[in-house]
């Protein structure tokens, strides 16, 4: 089992470009998160999946957009990037609501110019 | 809002000696408390975790004490080591059941365990 991967590891993008960080798992989880990192500010949910094509917002869904047309996927989008969506990225997977440990991916750290 | 308030953001402990971070919150209905360990470039994953109904729980050198009624918790680590040194972040839920399994994070604890 590889847990939960992150596509990419690293990227930087300029004011305005789009791109998407995908999360895989292969833990056959229902539920799946996308959040933030900040330094002092901990982790901050963007937006998060319960099932296969549906998502939903979590503490900070602005300038951010979520698909999860399979189970295994979910992948967060930036339109048009900002310098404020400078962060590192992480995504999490649960088995269920009941789910006791949410397995968290390795990061993707973005910079955006 | 920040759901979780966590204290110190950073620590500073001697090689043996006892690191102590606590957290506290307001909203009785959490029922699920873990605390997660990060290290430099990973993500973090589950140390341990405690539910309302006891008052401490032991996992090795770790252990979280529990107070309902303060509405307070915090992890101990005992004969603290330079492995030991990581982001901690405490957090919790609301009725696992129902709320879909989202986590409330405190802003994390910076551990340094000096040799």
């Known amino acids: 089992n590889a847990g939960v991967t992150q596509t990419p590891k690293f990227r930087v993008l300029k004011t305005g470009q789009s791109m998407t960080l995908l999360c895989a798992q292969d833990?056959?989880?229902?539920?799946m998160y996308w959040y933030r990192q900040d330094p002092g500010m901990g982790l901050r949910l963007i937006h998060y999946?319960?099932?296969?094509?549906?998502?939903a917002k979590g503490e900070v869904p602005d300038g951010y957009n979520v698909s999860r047309l399979k189970k295994q996927n979910f992948l967060l989008g930036l339109e048009s990037a900002a310098p404020s969506q400078t962060s590192v990225y992480f995504c999490?997977?649960?088995?269920?609501?009941?789910?006791?440990?949410?397995?968290f991916g390795p990061g993707t750290r973005l910079l955006v110019l | 809002q920040q759901q979780v308030k966590q204290s110190p953001q950073s620590l500073i402990v001697q090689k043996g000696g006892i690191s102590i971070i606590n957290c506290a919150y307001e909203?009785?209905?959490?029922?699920?408390f873990p605390w997660y360990q990060q290290f430099p470039g990973k993500g973090p994953a589950l140390l341990i975790a405690?539910?309302?109904?006891?008052s401490e729980k032991k996992e090795g050198r770790f252990t979280i004490s529990f107070n309902k009624s303060a509405k307070q918790f915090s992890l101990h680590i005992m004969d603290s080591q330079p492995g030991d040194s990581a982001t901690y972040f405490c957090?919790?839920?609301?009725?696992?059941?129902?709320?879909?399994?989202?986590?409330?994070f405190g802003r994390g604890t910076q551990l340094t365990v000096w040799p």
């Open positions: 999490a997977s649960v088995v269920a609501a009941w789910g006791e440990t949410q397995y």
């Open positions: 833990m056959n989880h229902e539920y």
């Open positions: 999946s319960v099932g296969e094509g549906t998502t």
């Open positions: 909203n009785t209905a959490f029922d699920y």
């Open positions: 405690i539910r309302p109904d006891v």
């Open positions: 957090a919790a839920t609301i009725d696992r059941g129902s709320t879909l399994g989202r986590l409330y």
